[in-house]
């Protein structure tokens, strides 16, 4: 289901009931109207109830930041599961995940994109028979079948005892902002009269009711009589609705004191939802005025609060009128700026505090800063080429950990062109790139990224050169291991390894150490186990994660090589659990690799098809694979898919490795870490649920068919997903395919 805001749903009876007949019959459905007159809310809630109704997976995707029209496909695949970390390209990836699947799409804010998305939706409606699409646009698509909606203004005349739904609006929304606000009889008709005058427009309407706890009914409509005169001129078919829009906007606005006026274009810098630290920043004031004055944005409706995530948002309309009112008064470089040196020093942060305990903050952060990251790298290069070199290095682990490696990628190739920059910002910026090379096997585009690095090396300050020349090492090894070039690799790796033990930082070499045991395992060497042991060591003294992660995997992949598959079993099983909270995508990929070798070692199963099929999922949105890692994993996945395959036979595995890769990361990672055979703790009547489930039936066909209320089977689903660890249908589905359904 979409989220939906937490604020009452007022009024549009009228209009759902309409939605839910075109839905049931129109595969596009397109909602027209003026800016402000409720088409995102209606939409959702359309949608939502559509979803419930027929067991439809429903996606809101904002196209309010898209800016350039190619990136709309991409967009709509940022809003699957992990199409944010895909480098496929866009409108495939989304077909692919959609395929077969009976969802509804909602795509929110069209107008500015109108003919991208008329022919990205052509292209999604022809390939995609089970999906169907809401649009929100103050104009049509003018798409073959679309099937038109013309959102009204919300009713302004009363109908019968009921209040009309414009005057429903004010009253709730000032209730909302004040517990105590009532409504005089005798200010009835003044309240109605303004509803009209804003035209029945909920955005008016809400900015208006904001300001209902300082002016009373009579006193709102006199200002608003003032400035709204193009409301009340003469007829009003005439007026541009977007002008009336910004009257609505410019009247809030002026209502606004300096404070307020100074903060709102302030805030308009940011392309997406920021947190407070980041509008202190900007504002260029103390912690304690902005706090304040922030509050008042937000109980005027000019600011968007999320309490759950304590982040903020403007909608599109407010941004884009406080970003004109920042260029007219000159100020918008500044804040520009301010933005860049807030992100750039939240990015330098984050990459001298990684190795700790701060890991899973600093992801889950830039994460959410995407957009605004995004921005900040493109001011920096605009205006200054070592802040751009700078920034993206510092932003290594986002790119590498937090999975953009694609975006990492290009990013790097963008701020390496520019002239100039000083040896010191861009040997970084080189050996960023190199690692993110060496994972997506751009083995050769590696190799000219380090090579460039040793040539400008002894140009960097002596400080820095130390460190620089640790990762030279480290990323030469990792691309000769990759390559198969283990004795090189082995070399490169210790040589690393040494020197960042030399200058006091061992944490820097933590991956190299996980690494040489990989080295040491693929080369046949005894103990090949004991750097990742070591590396583990440290990183737990350190309540370090991701490379405790990497450190048990490859003590899983050695154990493995010496067939111990239990205690291999279990070292991977603890590296997944401890990705909770990072995500890096390379290792889960590694790890359900892994996972799934060891079932093939043991007896292959119909599990070990879907652990495949999961991980090849994963690979390809990452835009990586199996065979990046080298010949020797290359290896160990082919032998493994061999063994799998002929146990099942190749219709079988492909169908068991279609479920996994249907399992969102997620889902995935909890079927990885179920048991790998059937539970004896499932009971008799918990098999035939399961079962059910399998099918695809709902809880209802499934109390119908064992002729049990539907309280008692949500009963059973509940115990099944506790006794299993899961968390979701899809699991047990997939589940019940790999384990029961093979000995039923």
Avoid at 99 to 122: P, R, T, W
Avoid at 359 to 377: F, S, V, W
Avoid at 588 to 616: F, H, K, M, N, Q
Wanted: charge should be negative.
């Amino acid at each position: 289901m979409i989220r939906e805001p937490r604020s009452e749903f007022v009024g549009r009876r009228r209009e759902l009931a309409a939605l839910a007949e075109e839905l049931g019959h129109a595969r596009l459905v397109t909602l027209t109207g003026v800016g402000g007159v409720g088409k995102t809310r209606l939409a959702v809630r359309a949608a939502n109830a559509h979803a419930r109704r027929t067991s439809t997976h429903a996606i809101f995707v904002a196209l309010d930041a898209v800016s350039d029209p190619r990136r709309v496909a991409e967009a709509i695949a940022q809003a699957l599961p992990y199409g944010e970390l895909s480098a496929r390209e866009p409108l495939s990836f989304v077909v692919d995940v959609l395929s077969g699947e009976k969802s509804l799409i909602v795509l929110d804010n069209c107008e500015h994109l109108i003919d991208a998305v008329a022919s990205l939706v052509d292209e999604l409606l022809d390939a995609l028979p089970d999906v169907t699409i809401v649009a929100t646009s103050r104009r049509r698509l003018d798409v073959d079948g679309e099937q038109v909606f013309a959102v009204p203004p919300l009713t302004t005349d009363a109908a019968g005892d009921e209040p009309a739904d414009a005057l429903a609006l004010l009253l709730a929304r000032a209730r909302a902002g004040d517990a105590g606000f009532t409504l005089a009889p005798t200010d009835l008709a003044a309240a109605a009269q303004l509803c009209q005058a804003l035209d029945g427009l909920p955005l008016a309407i809400e900015l208006a009711a904001a300001r209902l706890r300082t002016l009373s009914i009579t006193e709102l409509g006199r200002r608003l009589s003032q400035r709204f005169t193009l409301l009340r001129s003469g007829t009003r078919a005439p007026v541009s609705r977007q002008r009336t829009l910004r009257a609505v906007v410019d009247w809030s606005y002026e209502l606004c004191s300096p404070a307020e006026r100074s903060l709102w274009t302030a805030l308009s810098v940011f392309a997406g939802p920021f947190d407070l630290p980041a509008a202190v920043a900007v504002a260029g004031g103390d912690d304690a005025s902005t706090v304040d004055t922030l509050d008042q944005l937000i109980e005027q409706s000019l600011v968007e609060a999320d309490r759950d995530s304590g982040r903020f948002h403007l909608l599109e309309t407010i941004r884009s009128y406080g970003r004109d009112r920042a260029e007219e008064s000159g100020e918008q470089p500044q804040l520009v700026r301010r933005h860049l040196d807030h992100y750039a020093g939240l990015a330098h942060l984050a990459r001298t505090h990684w190795y700790g305990p701060a890991q899973r903050k600093i992801l889950r952060g830039q994460r959410a800063d995407r957009a605004e990251l995004d921005a900040a790298l493109r001011t920096a290069v605009t205006v200054d080429t070592d802040r751009a070199l700078e920034l993206f290095s510092d932003l290594r682990y986002h790119w590498g950990v937090g999975g953009f490696l694609s975006e990492g990628r290009r990013w790097g190739r963008r701020v390496l062109a520019l002239p100039g920059g000083a040896p010191g910002a861009r040997v970084p910026a080189l050996l960023v790139s190199a690692w993110l090379c060496v994972l997506q096997g751009a083995l050769e585009e590696t190799r000219a990224h380090l090579d460039d690095a040793r040539a400008l090396l002894p140009l960097v300050p002596e400080t820095e050169a130390a460190l620089c020349e640790i990762e030279l090492c480290r990323w030469n090894g990792s691309r000769a291991l990759f390559a198969g070039e283990g004795e090189l690799a082995r070399d490169e790796l210790l040589r690393s390894i040494g020197l960042a033990r030399s200058i006091g930082h061992p944490e820097e070499a933590l991956l190299a150490q996980f690494q040489l045991t990989v080295t040491r395992t693929q080369l046949g060497l005894p103990d090949a186990a004991t750097p990742a042991r070591e590396a583990l060591r440290f990183a737990e003294s350190i309540d370090e994660r991701w490379q405790r992660s990497l450190s048990q995997w490859a003590i899983a992949l050695a154990l493995y090589a010496d067939g111990d598959l239990d205690e291999a079993e279990r070292n991977a099983r603890d590296a997944l659990a401890l990705e909770e909270g990072i995500d890096d995508p390379v290792g889960d990929c590694l790890v359900l690799e892994l996972l799934s070798w060891i079932d093939a070692a043991r007896s292959p199963t119909e599990r070990t098809a879907v652990l495949l099929g999961a991980a090849r999922s994963w690979w390809r949105r990452i835009d990586s694979g199996i065979a990046v890692h080298g010949p020797h994993m290359v290896a160990q996945h082919d032998r493994c898919v061999a063994i799998v395959r002929q146990r099942l036979g190749d219709e079988a595995f492909e169908r068991l490795s279609a479920i996994g890769e249907g399992l969102s990361p997620t889902e995935a990672a909890a079927f990885a870490g179920a048991p790998g055979r059937p539970a004896t703790g499932l009971s008799a009547r918990e098999s035939e649920v399961a079962a059910g489930i399998h099918e695809g039936l709902s809880n209802r066909e499934i109390a119908d068919r064992l002729v049990l209320s539907v309280r008692t089977v949500d009963t059973h689903v509940q115990r099944i997903l506790a006794k299993l660890g899961f968390s979701s249908r899809a699991q047990i589905a997939a589940w019940y395919q790999s384990t029961l359904a093979a000995v039923r």
